[in-house]
């Protein structure tokens, strides 16, 4: 299995991004997606995350209403697009995949891409 995230990079307070994931080597449809984000030396936090169909969406309290989680199963890839950045958005940023819905957010995931960096100035 293999989680490629891509899409980070350097921009201004208010900018937007959208990283993707692309996944291989699993059944995609049948994958809970999520992201996390994690700071040098910090835990691991919940950013969001959506189940296999695509119903189901969770997002954490310090992103709701400017991040939104997506997912194209014909391409299996997940998406995160990121609204209104905010230096307090600076992190490294991680896809990881998990078969049941219980429990999202929680770092409990079966497979982890490498994280791709987000930084954002003032």
């Known amino acids: 299995v293999q989680l490629q995230a891509s899409g980070g990079g350097l921009v201004q307070a208010g900018d937007s991004l959208r990283l993707s994931c692309a996944a291989s080597?699993?059944?995609?449809?049948?994958?809970?997606m999520g992201w996390f984000r994690q700071a040098p030396g910090k835990e691991r936090e919940f950013v969001a995350a959506?189940?296999?169909?695509?119903?189901?969406?969770n997002h954490a309290d310090s992103v709701k209403g400017r991040f939104t989680i997506s997912r194209d199963n014909a391409k299996n890839t997940v998406y995160l697009q990121m609204n209104s950045l905010q230096p307090e958005d600076t992190f490294a940023y991680y896809c990881?995949?998990?078969?049941?819905?219980?429990?999202?957010?929680?770092?409990?995931?079966?497979?982890w891409g490498q994280g791709t960096q987000v930084t954002v100035s003032s």
């Open positions: 990881a995949a998990r078969k049941n819905w219980a429990g999202v957010r929680t770092p409990a995931y079966d497979y």
């Open positions: 080597g699993l059944t995609f449809r049948t994958y809970v």
């Open positions: 959506i189940s296999g169909s695509g119903i189901l969406m």
